[in-house]
Antibody, heavy 120, light 113 residues
Framework: QVQLVQSGAEVKKPGASVKISCKASGYTFSNYAIHWVRQAPGQRLEWMGCIKVGNGDTQYSEHFQDRVTIIRDTSASTAYMELSSLRSEDTAVYYC?????????????WGQGSLVTVSS | DFVMTQSPDSLAVSLGERATINCKSSQSLLSSSNNKNYLAWFQQKPGQPPKVLIS???TRESGVPDRFSGSGSGTDFTLTISSLQAEDVADYYCQQYHSSPITFGQGTRLEIK
């Protein structure tokens, strides 16, 4: 079955960067997009960006344009999201989500989430 | 950005009764090229990631009970649970995937009365 397994919780200081991994299994990794969505306490879900795994093309939300980088390693069936210049407002659960096609924005399977805490 | 606004923010319904959640988009989600509405509904239970219930405004995902249904077009959409079950207690979110950035409603918390 389709599974997205994310890396564990992180605690970071303001100004630092965090890199979260998302390992896919149960399907052909290159045939589907991977999106990143975060959920801060008491806030609505927020889309950060996505990668077309097949060709590596990325699209980012302008709200994170300068701070987020999404890459993939097809040999490891793993996608990564790095967020830089962290601030307290970035404390959230970060999810990777599969799009149901190569460039699809329609979500199907979600990772379990990775809690990132930003605190001095 | 497409702003998604849900109503109500919270809802308490008796077991077996109907629950209705509304979602309004600031712009139309109907594509003229394929006549589809780019609107999805998600259910999120505590400590779990969201789970997709409905896509294209009214297409129920595989395995989703038929008591869940979606309707609407353009800017106004509804998620209906025809007969509330205890396991339906959760937060519900609408999402538009018509235009970047993908955006979500603020969520509706559904509880048992």
């Amino acid at each position: 079955q389709v599974q997205l397994v994310q890396s564990g919780a992180e605690v970071k200081k303001p100004g630092a960067s965090v890199k979260i991994s998302c390992k896919a299994s149960g399907y052909t990794f290159s045939n589907y997009a991977i999106h990143w969505v975060r959920q801060a306490p008491g806030q609505r879900l927020e889309w950060m960006g996505c990668i077309k795994v097949g060709n590596g093309d990325t699209q980012y939300s302008e709200h994170f344009q300068d701070r987020v980088t999404i890459i993939r390693d097809t040999s490891a069936s793993t996608a990564y999201m790095e967020l830089s210049s962290l601030r307290s407002e970035d404390t959230a659960v970060y999810y990777c989500v599969r799009g149901n096609g190569p460039g699809s924005w329609l979500f199907d399977n979600w990772g379990q989430g990775s809690l990132v805490t930003v605190s001095s | 950005d497409f702003v998604m606004t849900q109503s109500p923010d919270s809802l308490a319904v008796s077991l077996g009764e109907r629950a209705t959640i509304n979602c309004k988009s600031s712009q139309s989600l109907l594509s003229s090229s394929n006549n589809k509405n780019y609107l999805a509904w998600f259910q999120q239970k505590p400590g779990q990631p969201p789970k997709v219930l409905i896509s294209w405004a009214s297409t129920r995902e595989s395995g989703v009970p038929d008591r869940f249904s979606g309707s609407g077009s353009g800017t106004d959409f509804t998620l209906t649970i025809s007969s509330l079950q205890a396991e339906d207690v959760a937060d519900y979110y609408c999402q538009q995937y018509h235009s970047s950035p993908i955006t979500f409603g603020q969520g509706t918390r559904l509880e048992i009365k």
